[in-house]
T-cell receptor
Framework: NAGVMQNPRHLVRRRGQEARLRCSPM?????VYWYRQLPEEGLKFMVY????????ESGMPKERFSAEFPKEGPSILRIQQVVRGDSAAYFC????????????FGPGTRLTVT | GDSVTQMEGPVTLSEEAFLTINCTYT??????LFWYVQYPGEGLQLLLK?????DKGSNKGFEATYRKETTSFHLEKGSVQVSDSAVYFC????????FGKGTRLHILP
């Protein structure tokens, strides 16, 4: 049973470009969470999604950031017009339907904005 | 709001030393508590958990006890190994996971 998959593992973007981060949850998991980890910081919750629904986006910046989890395919975290402050590691986690605290994390995508 | 505070690192120990990483929390209710471990280049892995007061979570020789009276969940291991070198995160669950800043642990052979 494959774990949570994220790609790419490393992403370099110039200021102003768009970044797309992908997350495939574990088989059987219908809940996806995105977290951001800044250098020397813990993970900060960004958004919680179920298939075709955003359940909680209280941690998402109001502008430039969006997330989706379509019926088919991976969850996507999209950052438009990236700035240097967006440089961070972005982690995705998934959980089975009724155990949201049992989250399984992917290896993360390290975004560097130059 | 809810928060988690853990001791700052890095913590450097010799192999077979005793480990304690302190963690305290602030929450309005009685949240579930966790320790996660992050090995270099990898995502977080759940190390252990406790869901109610006085519960003891344990895994791979690590232990932590949910202390309601001191709002603490300190991580301990009696004899660390070089392979335990990683970053350790204390966290609580209260409708979402809230993480501490992490403690980097270096074990010297």
């Amino acid at each position: 049973n494959a774990g949570v998959m994220q790609n790419p593992r490393h992403l370099v973007r110039r200021r102003g470009q768009e970044a797309r981060l992908r997350c495939s949850p574990m088989k059987g998991h219908s809940h996806v969470y995105w977290y951001r980890q800044l250098p020397e910081e813990g993970l900060k919750f960004m958004v919680y999604l179920q298939k075709e629904n955003i359940i909680d986006e209280s941690g998402m910046p109001k502008e430039r950031f969006s997330a989706e989890f379509p019926k088919e395919g991976p969850s996507i975290l999209r950052i438009q017009q990236v700035v240097r402050g967006d440089s961070a590691a972005y982690f995705c986690a998934s959980s089975p339907p009724r155990d949201s605290y049992e989250q399984y994390f992917g290896p993360g995508t390290r975004l560097t904005v130059t | 709001g809810d928060s988690v505070t853990q001791m700052e690192g890095p913590v450097t120990l010799s192999e077979e030393a005793f480990l304690t990483i302190n963690c305290t929390y602030t929450a309005t209710g009685y949240p579930s508590l966790f320790w996660y471990v992050q090995y270099p280049g990898e995502g977080l892995q759940l190390l252990l958990k406790a869901t109610k007061a006085d519960d003891k979570g344990s895994n791979k020789g690590f232990e932590a006890t949910y202390r309601k009276e001191t709002t603490s969940f300190h991580l301990e291991k009696g004899s660390v190994q070089v392979s335990d070198s990683a970053v350790y995160f204390c966290a609580l669950w209260d409708d979402k996971i809230i993480f501490g800043k992490g403690t980097r642990l270096h074990i010297l052979p």
